[in-house]
């Protein structure tokens, strides 16, 4: 938590990208999140926008498309503030 409060509370972001240092990040990466980022503003039904698919193929779906998961993708994600104060701060 302490990087996240200083993030979220100090400089008031609107959320987090977290990345796990060994993710090497395509040229879409930070274009990805802007464009999830108002979904997750406008969905509270939605946790966060992650930018890993274990099941991912490069040949094949729809590469505009973004699907909802029961699970945690994990490795590269966008914490939204709205997560952080009502679910993970206190904590």
Not at 33 to 42: D, G
Not at 52 to 61: H, L, R, V, Y
Not at 67 to 88: A, K, Q, V, Y
């Amino acid at each position: 938590g302490y990087a996240l409060g200083y993030a979220l509370d100090f400089f008031k972001a609107p959320g987090v990208i977290v990345v796990e240092d060994d993710l090497v990040v395509s040229p879409d990466f930070f274009s990805y999140f802007a464009a999830a980022a108002p979904a997750l503003e406008r969905d509270p039904t939605l946790f966060l926008a992650s930018a890993w698919n274990d099941n991912g193929f490069s040949e094949s779906g729809d590469a505009g498309a973004l699907r909802r998961s029961l699970w945690f993708p994990g490795l590269g994600w966008l914490l939204p503030r709205r997560l952080w104060e009502t679910e993970l701060k206190a904590q």
